[in-house]
């Protein structure tokens, strides 16, 4: 899993029978402090994400474990919402 913010969304009118309903959003990583880096991905909103919200992405086969993207041809989803980052005792991020 890796920590990520929400960017944005993709609209696709055209594509794949099986993501037809699924909300598509892309996700830029983030570090245990929530600054962005310049990777981006395209993920399935499994849990009702929205901008700006810091989630956990599950990728590979993985992403293909929830619910919603079981059987489906998805290689990401935001499996998570995060209300909290603590390492160490420290608190790095709070929603």
Known sequence: MTLGKVTGTIVAT???EKLVGSKLM???DVDLNGEVD???TVAVDAVGAGIG???LVATGSSARQT????NKPVDAVIMAIVDT???CGRIRYQK
């Open 26 to 28: 892309v996700v830029q």
């Open 67 to 70: 619910e919603m993207t079981s």
């Open 14 to 16: 055209q594509k794949d």
């Open 38 to 40: 310049r990777k981006y």
């Open 85 to 87: 980052v603590e390492v």
């Open 53 to 55: 919200e810091i989630v």
